[in-house]
């Protein structure tokens, strides 16, 4: 564990608020001894939800805005407890649309989102959602004031790391269970809970599922296509039309077909099958940030030497390959080969004879600390840390171009860090 303090305000320079909710508003603060941003969650005592807390513990996903400590806390006659969160540095979706709409004037249109922005975009909420689903939770408030953005060091036009936050009003639920309170933001309720509604309870007559998820994400990307909300009303989300939808959605095809199924009444997929949908997965597979994001290794036969990583460089052409997943420490082997769509995404070897520095000659070569190592929560840390001493440090016996283009491949040595 750090040796730093998390859990006492005086540890924090707060800064200015950032959002505001239900059960809370929000602040940035800077951590005085490790200088690194965090938001700090305070709720008033007789508004704690101690569900959110044990359920930000069960969360460690990069798509997923992550705990990292709570305590409590009495300013003036106010008891508050503090709940201390990873920051994204970046904006919300919700200011992200709103700020693209504002930009449009008589000559210019609205700055759409480019359909490989909503792609990546969309990939990364499927596989925070797929976690969250996984650990038999149920978000209930999947919107854009609750998707957030994140600028990786060195990459300021993306794409960008999106993180789902804001587990104020989750539930923990078993995948095929049902519950009944009403909550959530109103144009995002899917239909079932809006049908048994009772004006005077704070249930539904109707149980619902994970499938509201589905449904607010399906609005989501509604939203990040059109930059509008495609209902406005309650009345509207019960009597709406798909072809109306779909008229005016221009996603595509492959999009097209699959909001129409998210936004159905009756049936809706789950997260697990959207993703294995062809375009999804074609794209994903092709897609160097997202490969490197989930750590998804493409390896080609065996009659081929070396290990094999994604360069978007130089482009040949390649036999059917086979995909190998390894994502939330569960590995998943597809046996059968698998055809990527053309073009197929260009690969480069890299050879046997390059060995990367082990984790204690690393660490030593760039004088990072066991506090720096410590206080890194997770291996996504971990990279974007040793990424930053990379950037101005001079190597002698390692080739950093070569290193940085490998990070991924040798994930062992940022898990294996530990230090006598």
Known sequence: MSNFIYDSIDEYEVGNKIGEGKYGEVFVALHSKSNMHYCLKFIKFEDINHQESKILLELDHISIIKYISSFE???????????????????????????????????????????????IYFIQLLHGLKYIHGKNIIHRDIKPENILFHQQEGNPNGPHLVKIGDFGVSKFLKVGDATKTVTGTNLYFSPEIINGKNPKEPKTTNPYTHAVDIWALGIVLYEMVTLNTPFHSEREILFHKPNQIRKSFKGGKDLENLLSEMLSIYSRPSVDVILQYPFIKNFTHSNKFLIDLYNI???????????????????????????????????????????????TPPISIVPKSFKPLGPEKLIKELGLTKDEIDSADSTGMIIELIRLKLKDHKMKNIDKSKFVNTLQLHMEIFKSHNLK
């Open 73 to 119: 806390l009495k300013i003036e006659n106010q008891n508050y407890f503090v709940i201390v969160l990873e920051y994204a540095n970046g904006y919300s979706l919700r200011k992200n649309l709103d700020d693209r709409k504002k930009e449009e004037t008589i000559i210019t249109p609205q700055k759409l989102f480019t359909l490989e922005e909503i792609m």
């Open 297 to 343: 290794r493409i390896i080609i036969p065996k009659t081929v030497e070396g290990n094999i990583l994604i360069n978007h460089k130089n482009h040949i052409n390649q036999q059917p390959i086979q995909i190998n997943h390894k994502e939330d420490d569960l590995e998943i082997d597809n046996k059968e080969t698998t055809q990527i769509a053309q073009p």
